[in-house]
């Protein structure tokens, strides 16, 4: 097949080459459809059940996802950053997304006064104006507070936070919303962070990237190949398959609705290598079929020079669409289109490369592309790398086992987690904003842990509530977890100003508990809380380890407690934001580690059928392994997480090897 295209080509160059430019002109259309969507959203798992689960919490709870504003005084409850406090809590309110605004201005502390009646003022209402004795005044209203503690205020009284809560739905406008807030808070010196800084950071460094590492590429190619040929009609069709297929992919991308992603977005670069690669050999190939400076006139000189190089280019464009459709395990839509559209930009740039190339070579005889760059290591290193390889073969080879199994070793240490924090480095203002926050106060990844009980019943039981206090009380202690907060807090607090009793006891009679619910109505953060119904409450989690293993530990605690400890036919689910960029995270990392050893192992009986020898076949699939086991040893040396965007090297290093 790989010699008829090559027979083809040289033989009928302007048939191929009319039937190309036919084609790229009738893919203007799909190009320009293109779009481009860099959103981080784009590799959710919104295929598993758990998606479904969030959606439904967000129906019930709202949407959880938040921005921090934090403030840092020189001294404990600075009444300069109290006043910062007050005035963008006022500001915060009237931007567009924000459903809410939480914070000492405005989150209620639950009091009773000196004649017993319920106090449900926020810290900042009210509050003299006298500096000093403001600074007493909210000191004093938040002593015995369960709500506002690290998650408005420090335990060192120093940083005080503004939370601004989210409409879901909203993430297209979390760009505009952050311009919004940092016109507002950069003035007054405020740190902000949240899942949509992050978000718009990582958009907006892709779309960057984007614009910049597609012509890049093309760019360093056409330098490498103007040193090695010095002529500019070699170096115009050697960039011509890479350039075409991934013209022809991105076109067939818009034609059929597929965006531009976060993960799509290295497609084009990749294909332009993988065509620079293929066109290498075959300009190499016909570069040494003819003599130095004497055209190429006949197709059936040049069906010669490239039909030594034809069946390995086919080989390996066929391996490497193996590498890419290994991808499309994962049952993530970005990643499936990230495998199923670089297979299809490798299979172009292979017909290309095994087309076009031959008939632009014989459809303008001109002197024979020879080689001009670095001749030193093509008359020198190169032959003495050789002979001195075939001399030592067999040191060479136990040298390279030894070297395999030694770094390979490190794959045994290799760790499967994605923090999205740590893409940035530190120094990045988003990065420093984020660490700032979360040592002074906690995380900003918000999770959520939704508990259900069966029609008929109350999750405001005696038996259910004591269980969400304690699953919430033993999330607080994990590591992970910078915060919680539940139904049992509010209920604690105001039971305890009631009786006069500073432990807080938890209310165990379901009359006072429903009394109680009815003089928190007024509370509006309470929906976050619980259901109108009392049918489901939500345990609110901020979390301080933003990595996926440990937002998975999280949740595997809440099913390890709640199966020991819940009342039974309840049952409490881990769902939120985070955790499903957590659980999305994984299964990218885990089906790619599936799809390299399916790949693999099709590689393998491809390269058996193909050389009906197995030792050949055996000796071509080393250089396919022998690369991913030092891949993976290395990052588990260097103590690299494999995550969602380091895992995606393995499939390429197949395809490529």
Request: with cysteine; aromatic share 6%; hydrophobic share 50%.
């Amino acid at each position: 097949m790989s010699d008829m295209l090559i027979r083809t080509g040289g033989r009928h160059p302007g048939l191929i080459l009319l039937c190309w430019a036919v084609v790229c002109v009738a893919t203007i259309p799909g190009v320009l459809r293109l779009h481009v969507d860099t959103s981080t959203d784009s590799v959710l798992d919104r295929v598993d059940s758990a998606w479904q689960t969030y959606q439904q919490s967000q129906d019930l709870f709202g949407g959880d996802e938040i921005l921090v504003v934090a403030f840092t005084g020189s001294i404990p409850f600075d009444p300069d950053v109290l006043a910062k406090v007050e005035q963008l809590s006022a500001l915060a309110g009237e931007l567009d997304g924000v459903r809410r605004v939480d914070s000492l201005a405005t989150v209620p502390v639950i009091r009773v006064d000196a004649a017993g009646e319920l106090d449900l003022r926020a810290s900042l209402v009210d509050a003299p104006s006298d500096p000093a004795a403001r600074s007493l005044h909210v000191r004093a209203r938040l002593r015995g507070d369960r709500i506002a503690p690290q998650s408005l205020v420090s335990e060192d009284g120093r940083t005080f936070a503004v939370n601004l809560v989210l409409y879901r739905g909203i993430e297209a406008d979390h760009a505009q919303l952050l311009t919004d807030l940092h016109a507002i808070v950069d003035p007054m010196g405020g740190a902000i962070s949240g899942v949509p800084v992050f978000r718009v950071a990582v958009n907006e460094s892709t779309r960057a990237e984007i614009l910049t590492f597609g012509p890049l590429t093309a760019g360093l190619i056409a330098a490498f190949l103007w040193v090695t040929f010095r002529d500019p009609w070699v170096v115009l069709i050697g960039l011509a398959p890479g350039v075409i297929g991934s013209y022809l992919m991105v076109g067939a991308m818009g034609y059929l609705g597929a965006p531009l992603s976060i993960t799509t977005m290295i497609l084009p670069s990749i294909v332009l290598a993988v065509g620079c690669t293929y066109a290498m050999h075959l300009l190499a190939a016909a570069s040494g079929g003819a003599r130095a400076g004497v055209p190429i006139v006949s197709s059936e000189v040049l069906e010669e020079a490239l039909g030594h190089v034809a069946l390995p280019v086919a080989l390996s464009g066929l391996t490497t669409v193996v590498g890419f459709v290994s991808m499309t395990v994962v049952h993530i839509e970005a990643v499936r289109n990230t495998g199923g559209y670089g297979a299809l930009g490798v299979f172009i740039v292979t017909l290309v490369s095994l087309t076009l190339l031959p008939a632009a070579l014989a459809w303008l005889p001109r002197p024979a592309p020879s080689p001009h760059g670095f001749p030193w290591v093509r008359t020198r290193i190169a032959p003495r790398l050789i002979a001195n390889i075939t001399k030592r073969s067999g040191a060479i080879i136990i040298a390279w086992t030894v070297a395999t199994l030694l770094v390979g070793l490190g794959a045994l240490r290799v760790e499967v987690e994605t923090d999205a924090t740590r893409w940035l480095p530190l120094g990045n203002p988003v990065r420093d904003s984020y660490e700032s926050i979360r040592a002074s106060l906690s995380g900003i990844s918000p999770m959520n842990v939704v508990v259900r009980v069966p029609e008929g019943q109350s999750v405001l039981d005696p038996a259910v509530l004591e269980s969400i206090d304690g699953l919430s009380t033993h999330l607080a202690r994990l590591d992970e977890v910078g915060k919680t907060l539940s139904i049992a807090d509010p209920l604690r607090q105001i039971h305890g100003e009631m009786r006069g009793d500073p432990t807080q006891p938890l209310p165990n009679d379901s009359a006072m508990t429903a009394q109680y619910m009815l003089l928190l109505e007024s509370v509006e953060s309470i929906e976050d809380l619980i259901t109108a119904d009392r049918r489901a409450a939500n345990v609110m989690i901020r979390a301080d380890d933003n990595g996926s293993a440990g937002l998975a530990h999280i949740a595997s605690e809440v099913d390890a407690w709640w199966t020991l400890n819940g009342p039974p036919s309840t049952e409490a689910i881990t769902t939120g934001i985070m955790y499903e960029f957590a659980r999305a995270e994984d299964e990218i990392a885990y089906g790619q580690l599936r799809g390299l050893a399916v790949a693999l192992a099709v590689i393998s009986g491809v390269l058996f059928a193909i050389f009906r020898w197995p030792r050949l076949a055996f000796v071509a699939l080393v250089p396919n392994a022998l690369p991913l086991v030092l891949l993976f040893g290395c990052v588990g040396l260097f103590d690299v997480p494999l995550d969602a965007g380091t895992v995606l090297i393995g499939t390429l290093v197949v395809g490529i090897a």
